[in-house]
């Protein structure tokens, strides 16, 4: 079993809204990422943690706010975001964050900053 | 730095045809991972494949596969007997078999259409 889960699956929110997105795994893997996605552009690497512990932050706005509580289940906290924030959010997955391993996403979250 | 590069933005290939996806990558390292990931329009990545650069046969995945060559940076997917579920993004990524290697890096993608 490969799934990595997420929700909610769309969210639409004004700018002075505070909203979470959540995804969880239940495959035992120990690395966890958030994604940003623009149509038709890969995916740009947000935040990594690795043993529930953030390893990368890729300068990411303090507007985005994420958070491990353990090791299957992975949050990003929004608050204040603005209309270029609008994008699609990947979870992803890995057995280990250290040393090369296949990360498996999610479907996503389709989010909407009005 | 590492870089990948896939220089077809968009494809299409009649049903049941063949068809090949091309990727380059540039990096000083000898020990890494290549990928193919689908993302169909319904969004969902996909892995397709996966191929470790220490061994030197092609990886296979049913009806795709890849022509790794380690020497030239170059990491092509072929897909056989296309179906109009293959449809989707295609995008290549790259990994480092390192500490701290955490990052995919991912081309650009390659749009791929299945025509009926």
């Known amino acids: 079993d490969t799934e990595v889960t997420q929700t909610p699956k769309h969210l639409v929110m004004g700018m002075t809204n505070k909203k979470s997105l959540k995804c969880e795994q239940h495959m035992g893997h120990r690395a966890m990422y958030w994604y940003k996605q623009k149509a038709k552009k890969p995916p740009e690497l947000m935040f990594v943690y690795s043993y529930e512990k953030l390893s990368i932050n890729e300068s990411v706005p303090s507007r985005f706010s994420p958070e491990c509580p353990n090791s299957s289940l992975l949050n990003l906290h929004l608050h204040a975001l603005q209309p270029e924030d609008s994008a699609l959010y990947l979870c992803a997955s890995s057995r280990q964050a250290v040393g090369a391993d296949t990360q498996y996403f999610g479907p996503g979250t389709r989010l909407t900053v009005l | 730095a590492q870089t990948v590069t896939q220089s077809q933005p968009e494809m299409s290939v009649q049903e049941a045809e063949t068809v090949t996806l091309s990727c380059t990558y540039d990096?000083?390292?000898?020990?890494?991972?290549l990928f193919w990931y689908k993302q169909p329009p319904s969004r969902q990545m996909i892995l397709v494949i996966r191929?470790?650069?220490?061994?030197?046969q092609n990886a296979t995945e049913n009806r795709f596969s890849v022509n790794f060559q380690k020497a030239a940076k170059s990491f092509s997917l072929k897909i056989s007997d296309s179906q109009l579920g293959d449809t989707a993004m295609y995008f290549c990524a790259f990994t480092l078999v390192q500490g701290g290697s955490e990052k995919l890096v991912f081309g650009k993608g390659t749009k791929l259409t299945v025509n009926p």
């Open positions: 191929q470790e650069a220490y061994k030197q």
């Open positions: 990096t000083s390292e000898n020990n890494y991972y």
